[in-house]
């Protein structure tokens, strides 16, 4: 009954705004599986970070952590991780930007299951990677994690928050949210 009133909400929305409305009801399931936030977190001794307890759940069954593409590190869920081999699969390996690819995510990747605290170790030579200290920046992205140094973080920050360069960054990108693409 929910669902059904939550499509006429979303009618009432469509035929009363320029956007549309979307229900809680509707956004929840889809909020269900994605990594929100950002979150400062410190390594203890063993070289271990404290994952988020909105994120938890997701990676209960474990995870994946490799290097990201900017001196930072990127988890993904197992399953996610499975369908970026399957996606590795297609690509051609006589292509040396395939394999270059491949290398960076493959060859950095660990498997990881939070304890029962909710921490995943990460190897040092990630942490190395990463320029990873004992503070670090647990940020969601959506489908994945990454995680940041704080200078890196900062840079980050420093970047997105440049409306000019925003701007020219993404005035290609179709990011409406009435579904039809206008």
């Known amino acids: 009954m929910c669902y059904k009133r939550g499509i006429l909400w979303v009618k009432v929305g469509q035929s009363g705004t320029p956007g549309a409305f979307l229900p809680a009801v509707l956004l929840k399931p889809l909020l269900e599986h994605m990594f929100l936030g950002e979150y400062q977190h410190s390594f203890d001794e063993k070289s271990r970070i404290t994952i988020p307890a909105k994120f938890r759940d997701e990676l209960a069954k474990g995870c994946v952590v490799t290097r990201g593409f900017e001196k930072n590190l990127n988890i993904y869920t197992s399953e996610d991780f499975g369908n970026l081999i ?92 009435n579904g039809n693409g206008s």
């Open 86 to 177: 399957k996606k590795a699969q297609t690509m051609s390996p006589t292509d040396p930007e395939t394999r270059a690819l491949q290398r960076l995510i493959f060859s950095g990747a660990s498997e990881a299951v939070p304890d029962r605290n909710g921490r995943i170790l990460i190897p040092p030579f990630l942490r190395a990677y990463g320029d990873l200290d004992s503070e670090a920046y647990v940020i969601g992205v959506g489908q994945y994690i990454e995680i940041w140094s704080k200078v890196g973080w900062d840079e980050q920050l420093k970047n997105m928050n440049d409306p000019e360069a925003n701007s020219r960054r993404f005035a290609a990108l179709n990011l409406a949210t």
